[in-house]
């Protein structure tokens, strides 16, 4: 996978910028608070879905600015390919080649990319989730199927700690439903064991 462009309007301090790479090593030199790293973090946020820093959506648009809007051009063994993201109050506008795509999980996995930054350490020196956040994110790169049996993995498990949390406050529950939601757990964390222990 080879990226060929990159275009970012107010994106962070970024006001517009225009970058075009070459198929090999590329550098990005400028002085300080020029934009360096917001570039990497608007490329990488095709890859991820949203931003490797901490944050929301609107701490990315650039200050007095009502949205900002990102494209990325790239060639994989499938041909040029173009990814466009935009974000504008509340409203996120997501495009491949052109066509919408509705679902920020659907854009994972298109564009591929390595990122290592300082907070990578964190892998090393953190504790168990931040190794479990990495782990999600590359193989969601690999296997965009990944994403959707995550995502069930944590709305049963959301269900079933909000039936527990009931049942420890002695309110009603259905035993029948805790049963059903602890099952799809079981489930969904076998396939997410498996791609873990595949990837790794």
Not at 19 to 44: H, M, P, R, S
Not at 49 to 54: A, M, N, T, V
Not at 90 to 96: A, H, W
Not at 141 to 158: D, F, G, I, M, R
Request: with cysteine.
């Amino acid at each position: 996978m080879i990226i060929k462009s990159f275009r970012a309007a107010n994106f962070r301090n970024i006001k517009e910028c225009n970058l075009e790479f070459d198929e090999n090593v590329n550098l990005l030199l400028g002085e300080n608070a020029q934009g360096k790293t917001n570039a990497v973090e608007g490329i990488y946020l095709f890859a991820r879905g949203k931003s490797f820093r901490r944050g929301d959506d609107k701490d990315l648009i650039r200050f007095g600015e009502e949205g900002f809007s990102l494209s990325v051009e790239y060639e994989d063994k499938n041909g040029k390919n173009k990814l466009e993201y935009a974000v504008f109050g509340r409203e996120r506008r997501r495009k491949k080649n052109g066509y919408r795509i509705t679902k920020a999980g659907d854009m994972i996995g298109n564009f591929k990319a390595v990122l290592f930054c300082p907070d990578d350490l964190d892998l090393v020196k953190g504790g168990p989730e931040e190794r479990r956040e990495f782990l999600n994110v590359a193989i969601a790169q690999c296997y965009p199927h990944y994403v959707s049996v995550y995502y069930n993995y944590k709305k049963a498990l959301e269900n079933r700690n909000a039936l527990l949390k009931n049942a420890s406050k002695g309110l009603y529950f259905d035993e029948s439903e805790l049963i059903a939601w602890s099952s799809y757990i079981a489930e969904y964390a076998s396939y997410i064991y498996e791609y873990r222990r595949d990837y790794v």
